[in-house]
C-alpha cells in the first residue's frame, strides 16, 4: 500500500516537472527565435563591414602599383632600361611583391624583379586591362612551386594618353587570408570569397583554394543555398538561415566592390545556440535546483503530516494487536491530524482504565482472592462485563465455600481410613516376614542338604576313581620293579665293557711308548713314526680316562638304581595300604549317600508346606499394602484439596451457594 506521503510527494513531484518543462520549451522556443534574429540582423552589417575590409586591403594593395606606375621613369618615353630597372628594384624592396615586371603593349616582358613571366598575353589580366584601359584585380593564381598569389595590374599611359606598358605586380596570398581568417564568427564560423563562376578566391582552407574548388558543386539548383550564393555574385546583400551541409546555417553574403568577387560568413546556427543552450541549461538547473528545494519543503511538510498519521495508525494497528500500554504521541500539526491523535489518546486512556480495573481484580483472583469486587465506574458495554465479572466472583466464592467444608471433612474421614490400612499392612508384614524368614532357613537346610548329597557322591565317585588308579598304580609299580631289575643287569654288562676299555687303553699306551722307544731307535728315519706312536699314545690316554670317567658314572647309576629299586618296593607296600583303606572309605561314603537322600526328600515335603504358607501371606500383605497405599493416597489429595481451597480468602459473609 502507498503511503499518503508518497502520493503528495508524487503528485507535487509531477506537477513541479509539468511545469519546468512547459517554461524550459517556452524558453527554447523564445532562446532559438530570439537567436535567429538577432543573428540576422547582426550578419547584414557583419558581412558588408567584413567586404569593405577586403575591399580596403585590396585597394591599398592596388594603389601601391599605380603609385608606381605614375613615375615619369615609366611614363617618359626618353626614360631608359636601366631607369626602368632601378626604379622596379627600390619598389620591390620597399613592398612584399613577389614579382614586379613592366610589359610592353604587346604582352612582352621589359624589364623585371622576380619571377615574373616573359609573356602575358595568354593571362586574362592582360585581356582585361586591354578592354578596360583600367587597373585590374585578378583572380587568386596558383603559382608554379604552389603557393597562391594575388595579381594586380594597371596600364602606363603616356602623356597623351595612350598606353605605354603594363605593370603587373604579384602579392603574396597571406595578405589576403589574413583578412579571410581574421572574420572570426561562432566557434566554427567561416569566411571564403568566390567569383562569379563560383571559384574560391580566398577560404581558410588554402587546399581548396589551390585546387580551384567551386563553392557552386554540389549544391542542388533551385534550391534556397543556390538561390542565395546566385544573389551574392549578382552584387547583392543579404542574410539568411538555411540548411547546409546537412545542419542549419546562418550565411551572409556581400560582394567585393573593385572586383568581381563575393565575401560569403557561413556560420553554423549551433555555434550561436550554445550561448542560449547554455542559458537554458543554467534555467534548468535553477528550476532543479528550485526543484530540490521544493521537495524538501515538500517533504518536511509529507513527514509532518504522514508522521501524525503514521503514529496514529500505528497505535491503532498495536492496539488491535492487544498493546494497552504504548502511549499515543501527539505531534503538534495544528490539524486533523493532531484532533485524531488527541481522540485516539482520550480512547486509549479511557481503554487502558476499564481494563486496568478489570486486569487488577482478574490478577486477584488468579492469585485466590475472592474477596475482590469490580466497583469502577464503566460506560456502554463495559457494564456487562463489569456485572458478569462480579456474578463469577459471587458464584466462585459459594463453590470455594463448599469445597472447603468438603474437603475437611473428607481429610478427617480419609485419616481414620489410612491408620486402619496401617496398622493391618504392619501385622501383614511381620506375618510375611517371619514366613519368609523360615522359608529361608528351610531352603537353606534344603540346599546344605542337596550339597552335603552332591559332594558324597562326588566323593564315591572320586574314591572309586582312586582306588582304580591304585590297582592301577599297583600294576605299575610292578613293571618299574621288572623295568629296574633289568636296568640293574644292563649296568653291571656296561661296567664289564668300561673294565675292557681300560685294558685296551692301557695296551695301547704301552704300544706307543715302545713304537716311541723304537723310533728313537731309528734316529731320524724314524722321527715320522715316533709322531704318530705319540698321538696315538694321547689317544690311548684319553681313552683310558674315558673309560674310567664312565665306570665312576656306571657305579654311581648302580648305587642310584639300587635305590631307585628300594623306593619302589616301599610304594608298592605303600600303594596296597592305601588301597586297602580306600575301599573302606569307599563303603562308608555309600552309607552317607543314603542317608542324606532320605533327609533331602523329608526337608522336600516340608518346603512344599511352606511354600503353600508363604503365598497366602505374600496374598495378605498385597492386599493390605495396596490398601494402606490407596488410603495414603486418599489422605494426600485430601489435603491437598483442602490446601487449595484454603488459597482462595473468601468472603466473610458469604452464604453457601448450592452448586
Not at 492469585?367 to 459471587?394: A, C, P, Q, R, Y
Not at 508384614?429 to 519368609?436: G, T
Amino acid at each position: 500500500m502507498t503511503s499518503i506521503r508518497k502520493k503528495i510527494v508524487a503528485n507535487t513531484v509531477a506537477i513541479v516537472m509539468i511545469l519546468a518543462a512547459t517554461v524550459v520549451g517556452i524558453l527554447f522556443a523564445t532562446t532559438r527565435y530570439m537567436t535567429e534574429s538577432i543573428m540576422l540582423n547582426v550578419m547584414n552589417p557583419l558581412v558588408r563591414t567584413a567586404a569593405q575590409t577586403v575591399e580596403g586591403n585590396l585597394h591599398l594593395l592596388a594603389d601601391r602599383v599605380y603609385l608606381i606606375s605614375d613615375n615619369h621613369e615609366l611614363t617618359d618615353p626618353d626614360s631608359t632600361w636601366a631607369e626602368r630597372k632601378a626604379l622596379l628594384t627600390r619598389a620591390v624592396s620597399g613592398i612584399e611583391f613577389l614579382s614586379l615586371a613592366l610589359y610592353n603593349s604587346e604582352g612582352y616582358l621589359d624589364v623585371g624583379e622576380g619571377d615574373a613571366p616573359l609573356d602575358i598575353r595568354s593571362e586574362p589580366i592582360y585581356h582585361t586591362m586591354q578592354e578596360t584601359g583600367y587597373l585590374v584585380i585578378d583572380d587568386t593564381r596558383t603559382r608554379e612551386d604552389g603557393s597562391l598569389q594575388i595579381t594586380i595590374g594597371t596600364p602606363v599611359l603616356d602623356s597623351e594618353g595612350s598606353i605605354r606598358y603594363y605593370l603587373v605586380g604579384c602579392y603574396k596570398y597571406d595578405v589576403l587570408n589574413d583578412v579571410i581568417t581574421n572574420i572570426n564568427l561562432g566557434r566554427t564560423g567561416k569566411a571564403y570569397i568566390f567569383n562569379q563562376t563560383g571559384r574560391l578566391m580566398a577560404s581558410p582552407d588554402r587546399q581548396k583554394v589551390a585546387e580551384e574548388a567551386n563553392v557552386f558543386q554540389g549544391i542542388e539548383q533551385g534550391g534556397e543555398l543556390y538561390d542565395r550564393m546566385n544573389r551574392g555574385v549578382s552584387g547583392e546583400i543579404g542574410a539568411a538561415c538555411l540548411e547546409m551541409n546537412g545542419e542549419a546555417t546562418f550565411l551572409a553574403y556581400a560582394p567585393v566592390r573593385g572586383t568581381n568577387w563575393t565575401l560569403c560568413i557561413a556560420v553554423p546556427r549551433a555555434d550561436f545556440m550554445q550561448t542560449g543552450n547554455n542559458a537554458i541549461l543554467w534555467t534548468l538547473v535553477v528550476i532543479l535546483q528550485l526543484l530540490a528545494a521544493a521537495l524538501l519543503r515538500i517533504k518536511r511538510f509529507s513527514r509532518k503530516i504522514s508522521d501524525s498519521l503514521g503514529s496514529v495508525t500505528g497505535r491503532i494497528q498495536k492496539l488491535s494487536e492487544g498493546d494497552l500500554a504504548s502511549p499515543v504521541e501527539v505531534l503538534p500539526t495544528r490539524d486533523e491530524a493532531e484532533t485524531l491523535a488527541i481522540a485516539l489518546r482520550g480512547t486509549v486512556g479511557d481503554i487502558n482504565q476499564y481494563l486496568g480495573e478489570l486486569r487488577d481484580t482478574l490478577s486477584r483472583l488468579s492469585k485466590g482472592d475472592l474477596d475482590v469486587t469490580v466497583s469502577g465506574e464503566f460506560v456502554g458495554d463495559f457494564v456487562v462485563m463489569k456485572e458478569s465479572l462480579n456474578h463469577i466472583i459471587e458464584f466462585l466464592n459459594g463453590v470455594m465455600t463448599e469445597l472447603q467444608l468438603m474437603s475437611a471433612q473428607l481429610l478427617s474421614e480419609s485419616l481414620e481410613v489410612a491408620g486402619s490400612a496401617q496398622r493391618v499392612n504392619n501385622s501383614s508384614e511381620s506375618q510375611a516376614a517371619s514366613v519368609s524368614h523360615l522359608m529361608g532357613e528351610s531352603e537353606t537346610i534344603s540346599s546344605n542338604i542337596r550339597m552335603v548329597n552332591d559332594n558324597a557322591l562326588q566323593a564315591e565317585k572320586l574314591m572309586e576313581r582312586v582306588n582304580d588308579q591304585l590297582e592301577q598304580g599297583g600294576r605299575q609299580m610292578e613293571l618299574l620293579l621288572t623295568a629296574m631289575d633289568r636296568i640293574d643287569r644292563n649296568a653291571q654288562e656296561i661296567g664289564k665293557i668300561a673294565k675292557l676299555m681300560e685294558d685296551i687303553s692301557f695296551q695301547t699306551n704301552l704300544l706307543a711308548l715302545n713304537a716311541s722307544v723304537e723310533a728313537a731307535h731309528a734316529g731320524s728315519a724314524g722321527k715320522g713314526f715316533s709322531v704318530v706312536a705319540e698321538q696315538v699314545r694321547l689317544l690311548a690316554n684319553q681313552s683310558a680316562e674315558s673309560a674310567q670317567k664312565t665306570s665312576e658314572m656306571l657305579a654311581h647309576s648302580q648305587r642310584q638304581v639300587a635305590e631307585g629299586v628300594d623306593f619302589a618296593h616301599q610304594s608298592a607296600r605303600t600303594m596296597g595300604e592305601i588301597a586297602g583303606i580306600s575301599k573302606e572309605v569307599v563303603e562308608i561314603m555309600n552309607g552317607l549317600v543314603r542317608s542324606v537322600q532320605q533327609q533331602d526328600a523329608s526337608l522336600g515335603e516340608m518346603l512344599s508346606e511352606i511354600n503353600e504358607i508363604s503365598s497366602l501371606s505374600d496374598q495378605n500383605l498385597s492386599a493390605s499394602a495396596e490398601s494402606a497405599a490407596a488410603s495414603q493416597q486418599m489422605t494426600e489429595q485430601a489435603e491437598v484439596l483442602k490446601r487449595i481451597s484454603e488459597q482462595f480468602n473468601l468472603r466473610k459473609s458469604q452464604d453457601t451457594v448450592q452448586v
